[in-house]
Protein backbone atom coordinates (compact mmCIF):
# COMPACT_ATOMS: atom_id res chain seq x y z
CA UNK A 1 0.00 0.00 0.00
CA UNK A 2 1.41 3.38 -0.68
CA UNK A 3 1.27 6.18 1.18
CA UNK A 4 -0.27 9.12 0.02
CA UNK A 5 -0.27 11.73 2.99
CA UNK A 6 -1.79 14.47 2.30
CA UNK A 7 -0.04 15.83 -0.64
CA UNK A 8 -2.57 17.68 -3.45
CA UNK A 9 -2.81 15.13 -5.71
CA UNK A 10 -5.24 14.95 -8.96
CA UNK A 11 -8.96 13.32 -8.27
CA UNK A 12 -8.40 11.60 -11.54
CA UNK A 13 -5.16 10.02 -13.26
CA UNK A 14 -6.49 9.28 -16.71
CA UNK A 15 -8.94 11.87 -18.06
CA UNK A 16 -11.04 8.85 -19.45
CA UNK A 17 -11.25 8.34 -15.36
CA UNK A 18 -13.05 11.17 -14.91
CA UNK A 19 -15.20 10.44 -18.02
CA UNK A 20 -16.39 7.55 -16.93
CA UNK A 21 -16.86 8.71 -13.32
CA UNK A 22 -18.57 11.52 -14.64
CA UNK A 23 -20.83 9.16 -17.03
CA UNK A 24 -22.05 7.43 -14.23
CA UNK A 25 -22.68 10.29 -11.87
CA UNK A 26 -25.10 11.49 -14.54
CA UNK A 27 -26.86 8.47 -15.45
CA UNK A 28 -27.83 7.85 -12.02
CA UNK A 29 -28.67 11.71 -11.55
CA UNK A 30 -31.11 10.95 -14.08
CA UNK A 31 -32.41 8.39 -12.75
CA UNK A 32 -32.00 5.33 -14.80
CA UNK A 33 -30.71 3.80 -12.04
CA UNK A 34 -30.01 3.94 -8.53
CA UNK A 35 -26.57 4.32 -6.42
CA UNK A 36 -27.47 1.45 -4.26
CA UNK A 37 -27.24 -1.21 -7.38
CA UNK A 38 -24.71 0.64 -9.19
CA UNK A 39 -22.70 -0.32 -6.27
CA UNK A 40 -23.29 -3.93 -5.52
CA UNK A 41 -22.88 -4.48 -9.19
CA UNK A 42 -19.15 -2.44 -9.03
CA UNK A 43 -18.41 -4.23 -5.90
CA UNK A 44 -19.25 -7.76 -7.02
CA UNK A 45 -16.87 -6.52 -10.48
CA UNK A 46 -14.11 -5.76 -8.20
CA UNK A 47 -14.36 -9.04 -6.33
CA UNK A 48 -14.06 -10.85 -9.56
CA UNK A 49 -11.05 -8.85 -10.71
CA UNK A 50 -9.82 -9.21 -7.34
CA UNK A 51 -9.27 -13.30 -7.45
CA UNK A 52 -6.45 -13.24 -10.00
CA UNK A 53 -4.54 -10.70 -9.07
CA UNK A 54 -4.49 -7.67 -6.39
CA UNK A 55 -5.82 -4.75 -7.27
CA UNK A 56 -4.62 -1.51 -7.18
CA UNK A 57 -6.61 1.68 -6.66
CA UNK A 58 -5.98 2.94 -9.72
CA UNK A 59 -6.26 1.94 -13.42
CA UNK A 60 -7.34 -1.54 -11.97
CA UNK A 61 -9.95 0.25 -10.73
CA UNK A 62 -11.45 2.19 -13.21
CA UNK A 63 -11.34 -0.75 -15.25
CA UNK A 64 -13.59 -2.53 -13.24
CA UNK A 65 -15.71 0.48 -13.51
CA UNK A 66 -15.86 0.83 -16.78
CA UNK A 67 -16.92 -2.78 -17.33
CA UNK A 68 -19.70 -2.34 -14.63
CA UNK A 69 -20.62 0.47 -16.38
CA UNK A 70 -20.82 -1.44 -20.02
CA UNK A 71 -22.30 -4.25 -18.73
CA UNK A 72 -25.19 -2.31 -16.59
CA UNK A 73 -26.05 0.11 -20.23
CA UNK A 74 -26.19 -3.16 -22.33
CA UNK A 75 -28.20 -5.32 -20.24
CA UNK A 76 -30.65 -2.24 -19.19
CA UNK A 77 -30.33 -1.66 -23.11
CA UNK A 78 -29.50 1.91 -22.63
CA UNK A 79 -26.34 1.15 -24.33
CA UNK A 80 -26.31 -1.89 -26.94
CA UNK A 81 -22.80 -3.50 -26.76
CA UNK A 82 -23.16 -4.01 -30.59
CA UNK A 83 -23.18 -0.15 -31.21
CA UNK A 84 -20.58 0.65 -28.45
CA UNK A 85 -18.44 -1.63 -30.46
CA UNK A 86 -18.79 0.11 -33.50
CA UNK A 87 -18.09 3.39 -32.31
CA UNK A 88 -14.91 2.31 -30.47
CA UNK A 89 -14.20 1.20 -34.19
CA UNK A 90 -14.32 4.44 -35.56
CA UNK A 91 -13.12 6.28 -32.64
CA UNK A 92 -9.85 4.42 -33.77
CA UNK A 93 -9.71 4.64 -37.44
CA UNK A 94 -10.64 8.30 -36.44
CA UNK A 95 -7.43 8.27 -34.61
CA UNK A 96 -5.41 6.36 -37.31
CA UNK A 97 -6.05 8.58 -40.19
CA UNK A 98 -6.29 12.04 -38.17
CA UNK A 99 -2.65 13.86 -38.74
CA UNK A 100 -0.56 14.51 -35.39
CA UNK A 101 -1.91 17.65 -33.85
CA UNK A 102 -4.92 17.56 -35.41
CA UNK A 103 -8.28 17.71 -33.44
CA UNK A 104 -9.49 14.03 -33.81
CA UNK A 105 -13.50 14.16 -35.22
CA UNK A 106 -15.86 10.78 -35.85
CA UNK A 107 -16.53 10.68 -39.19
CA UNK A 108 -20.79 11.27 -39.77
CA UNK A 109 -22.02 7.84 -39.50
CA UNK A 110 -24.66 6.70 -42.39
CA UNK B 1 4.53 4.04 -26.36
CA UNK B 2 5.42 6.99 -25.75
CA UNK B 3 8.35 8.22 -28.20
CA UNK B 4 9.89 11.57 -30.41
CA UNK B 5 9.82 10.68 -33.91
CA UNK B 6 7.17 12.25 -36.02
CA UNK B 7 3.70 10.72 -35.89
CA UNK B 8 1.95 10.30 -38.87
CA UNK B 9 -1.19 10.27 -37.22
CA UNK B 10 -2.74 10.96 -33.74
CA UNK B 11 -1.68 8.89 -30.60
CA UNK B 12 -4.24 6.09 -30.39
CA UNK B 13 -5.90 6.37 -27.00
CA UNK B 14 -5.65 3.38 -24.80
CA UNK B 15 -8.37 0.60 -24.99
CA UNK B 16 -10.18 1.97 -22.42
CA UNK B 17 -9.88 5.24 -23.16
CA UNK B 18 -11.97 4.45 -26.51
CA UNK B 19 -14.01 2.19 -25.02
CA UNK B 20 -15.15 5.64 -22.82
CA UNK B 21 -15.28 7.66 -25.90
CA UNK B 22 -17.51 5.30 -27.85
CA UNK B 23 -20.10 5.25 -24.50
CA UNK B 24 -19.81 9.11 -24.60
CA UNK B 25 -20.92 9.34 -28.26
CA UNK B 26 -23.83 6.78 -27.76
CA UNK B 27 -24.96 8.04 -24.58
CA UNK B 28 -24.71 11.72 -26.13
CA UNK B 29 -26.21 10.78 -29.42
CA UNK B 30 -29.12 9.17 -27.74
CA UNK B 31 -29.78 12.03 -25.37
CA UNK B 32 -28.70 10.29 -22.28
CA UNK B 33 -26.25 12.40 -21.04
CA UNK B 34 -24.84 15.95 -22.02
CA UNK B 35 -21.16 16.82 -22.64
CA UNK B 36 -21.49 19.98 -21.22
CA UNK B 37 -22.92 18.52 -18.10
CA UNK B 38 -19.88 16.06 -18.18
CA UNK B 39 -17.29 19.04 -18.16
CA UNK B 40 -19.29 20.22 -14.96
CA UNK B 41 -19.46 17.19 -13.11
CA UNK B 42 -15.31 16.69 -13.55
CA UNK B 43 -14.54 20.29 -12.80
CA UNK B 44 -16.57 19.96 -9.43
CA UNK B 45 -15.10 17.07 -8.24
CA UNK B 46 -11.24 18.14 -9.96
CA UNK B 47 -11.49 21.16 -8.72
CA UNK B 48 -13.81 22.46 -6.03
CA UNK B 49 -14.93 19.42 -3.84
CA UNK B 50 -12.17 18.14 -1.30
CA UNK B 51 -11.09 17.79 2.11
CA UNK B 52 -11.30 21.03 3.27
CA UNK B 53 -15.22 20.98 3.24
CA UNK B 54 -14.66 18.04 5.74
CA UNK B 55 -12.22 19.88 7.84
CA UNK B 56 -14.19 23.30 7.64
CA UNK B 57 -16.84 20.93 9.76
CA UNK B 58 -14.55 19.65 12.71
CA UNK B 59 -12.69 22.94 13.09
CA UNK B 60 -16.26 23.73 13.99
CA UNK B 61 -17.21 20.92 15.82
CA UNK B 62 -13.77 21.47 17.77
CA UNK B 63 -15.35 25.21 18.53
CA UNK B 64 -18.73 25.14 18.54
CA UNK B 65 -20.29 22.69 21.42
CA UNK B 66 -23.45 23.55 19.89
CA UNK B 67 -22.88 22.69 16.35
CA UNK B 68 -20.98 19.75 17.62
CA UNK B 69 -24.06 18.56 19.35
CA UNK B 70 -25.92 18.70 16.70
CA UNK B 71 -23.18 17.02 14.46
CA UNK B 72 -23.17 13.47 16.18
CA UNK B 73 -26.83 13.78 16.31
CA UNK B 74 -28.37 14.86 13.70
CA UNK B 75 -26.45 16.44 11.29
CA UNK B 76 -27.91 16.28 8.22
CA UNK B 77 -30.33 19.52 8.00
CA UNK B 78 -26.84 21.80 9.02
CA UNK B 79 -25.00 20.21 6.64
CA UNK B 80 -27.73 21.23 3.89
CA UNK B 81 -27.60 25.01 4.95
CA UNK B 82 -23.45 24.80 4.85
CA UNK B 83 -24.10 23.64 1.58
CA UNK B 84 -22.75 20.87 2.15
CA UNK B 85 -25.38 18.40 1.07
CA UNK B 86 -24.79 16.21 -2.50
CA UNK B 87 -24.30 13.14 -4.32
CA UNK B 88 -22.93 10.61 -1.93
CA UNK B 89 -23.13 12.35 1.06
CA UNK B 90 -27.01 12.60 1.44
CA UNK B 91 -26.75 10.39 5.57
CA UNK B 92 -23.54 10.89 6.85
CA UNK B 93 -22.45 9.74 10.11
CA UNK B 94 -19.95 11.26 12.34
CA UNK B 95 -17.96 9.32 14.50
CA UNK B 96 -15.50 10.79 17.38
CA UNK B 97 -12.25 9.42 18.39
CA UNK B 98 -11.46 10.13 22.37
CA UNK B 99 -8.60 8.66 24.42
CA UNK B 100 -10.26 5.28 24.42
CA UNK B 101 -11.80 5.11 20.72
CA UNK B 102 -9.62 5.15 16.94
CA UNK B 103 -11.93 5.51 14.44
CA UNK B 104 -11.49 4.34 11.01
CA UNK B 105 -13.21 4.49 7.90
CA UNK B 106 -13.37 1.86 4.58
CA UNK B 107 -15.70 0.60 2.02
CA UNK B 108 -15.14 -3.33 1.50
CA UNK B 109 -17.61 -3.57 -1.00
CA UNK B 110 -16.51 -0.70 -3.29
CA UNK B 111 -15.26 2.65 -2.53
CA UNK B 112 -18.30 4.44 -0.43
CA UNK B 113 -17.16 7.79 0.64
CA UNK B 114 -18.48 10.78 1.81
CA UNK B 115 -18.35 12.99 -1.72
CA UNK B 116 -19.22 16.05 -0.25
CA UNK B 117 -17.28 16.65 2.48
CA UNK B 118 -14.15 14.77 1.29
CA UNK B 119 -14.08 15.15 -2.67
CA UNK B 120 -13.59 11.70 -4.52
CA UNK B 121 -11.19 9.00 -2.26
CA UNK B 122 -7.89 8.81 -3.01
CA UNK B 123 -6.08 5.90 -4.59
CA UNK B 124 -5.40 3.41 -1.64
CA UNK B 125 -9.11 4.10 0.07
CA UNK B 126 -9.96 1.95 -3.52
CA UNK B 127 -7.23 -0.61 -3.11
CA UNK B 128 -7.72 -4.28 -2.40
CA UNK B 129 -5.23 -4.03 0.07
CA UNK B 130 -6.79 -1.30 2.42
CA UNK B 131 -9.90 -2.62 1.58
CA UNK B 132 -9.83 -5.96 2.64
CA UNK B 133 -6.48 -5.34 5.35
CA UNK B 134 -8.12 -2.72 7.31
CA UNK B 135 -10.40 -4.76 8.44
CA UNK B 136 -8.45 -7.59 9.12
CA UNK B 137 -5.36 -6.08 10.96
CA UNK B 138 -5.87 -2.37 11.03
CA UNK B 139 -3.55 -1.43 13.52
CA UNK B 140 -1.05 -3.07 11.18
CA UNK B 141 -2.53 -0.71 8.86
CA UNK B 142 -2.42 2.26 11.03
CA UNK B 143 1.37 1.64 11.68
CA UNK B 144 1.93 1.48 7.78
CA UNK B 145 0.73 5.44 7.66
CA UNK B 146 2.36 5.83 10.46
CA UNK B 147 -0.22 5.85 13.18
CA UNK B 148 0.99 4.32 16.50
CA UNK B 149 -1.81 4.52 19.17
CA UNK B 150 -1.13 3.83 22.66
CA UNK B 151 -1.43 0.57 23.75
CA UNK B 152 -5.21 0.01 25.07
CA UNK B 153 -6.63 2.50 22.60
CA UNK B 154 -9.57 0.43 20.78
CA UNK B 155 -9.69 0.93 17.08
CA UNK B 156 -13.14 0.86 15.69
CA UNK B 157 -13.59 0.45 11.39
CA UNK B 158 -16.88 1.71 9.87
CA UNK B 159 -17.47 -0.19 6.69
CA UNK B 160 -19.27 2.35 4.64
CA UNK B 161 -21.92 1.75 2.73
CA UNK B 162 -24.25 3.49 -0.58
CA UNK B 163 -26.60 4.44 2.15
CA UNK B 164 -24.39 5.66 5.06
CA UNK B 165 -20.98 7.11 5.09
CA UNK B 166 -19.01 7.99 7.74
CA UNK B 167 -16.10 10.63 9.21
CA UNK B 168 -13.78 10.43 11.48
CA UNK B 169 -13.73 13.43 13.83
CA UNK B 170 -10.02 13.43 15.00
CA UNK B 171 -9.47 14.35 18.45
CA UNK B 172 -8.15 18.37 18.85
CA UNK B 173 -4.67 18.61 19.27
CA UNK B 174 -2.96 19.81 22.04
CA UNK B 175 -1.78 22.97 21.89
CA UNK B 176 -4.51 24.92 20.43
CA UNK B 177 -6.23 26.85 22.43
CA UNK B 178 -8.01 29.93 21.44
CA UNK B 179 -6.97 28.93 17.99
CA UNK B 180 -9.34 30.41 14.94
CA UNK B 181 -11.53 27.94 12.83
CA UNK B 182 -9.58 28.45 10.17
CA UNK B 183 -6.19 27.66 11.88
CA UNK B 184 -8.09 24.47 13.45
CA UNK B 185 -9.18 23.79 9.46
CA UNK B 186 -5.56 23.91 8.67
CA UNK B 187 -4.91 21.10 11.07
CA UNK B 188 -7.34 18.39 10.17
CA UNK B 189 -6.21 16.44 6.85
CA UNK B 190 -7.90 14.50 4.43
CA UNK B 191 -6.47 11.41 6.45
CA UNK B 192 -7.09 12.01 9.43
CA UNK B 193 -11.41 11.90 8.75
CA UNK B 194 -10.60 9.13 6.91
CA UNK B 195 -9.27 8.02 10.00
CA UNK B 196 -5.42 6.95 9.07
CA UNK B 197 -3.88 9.89 10.78
CA UNK B 198 -4.18 11.85 13.51
CA UNK B 199 -5.15 15.69 13.55
CA UNK B 200 -1.49 17.14 12.91
CA UNK B 201 0.09 19.23 16.01
CA UNK B 202 0.08 22.74 15.37
CA UNK B 203 3.65 24.21 14.74
CA UNK B 204 5.52 25.94 17.95
Known sequence: MTRCGDKPEPAFSEPWHAQVFAITVALNEAGHFAWSDWAERFGATLKTHGLSKELDGGEDYFNAWLETLEGFLAETGLAEAGAMRQLKTAWTEAYLSTPHGMPVRLAEVG | ?204
Open chain 2, 1 to 204: MPHDHDHPHSHLPSDPALRVKALETLLTDKGLVDPTALDEIIDLYQNKIGPQNGARVVAKMWSDPAFHKMMLNDPMSTLQDMGLYGRQGEHIVFVENSNDVHNMVVCTLCSCYPWPLLGIPPGWYKSDAYRARSVREPRAVLAEFGVALPEGKKVRVWDSTAEVRYLVVPQRPAGTEGFSQEALAALVTRDSMIGTALAQEPRA
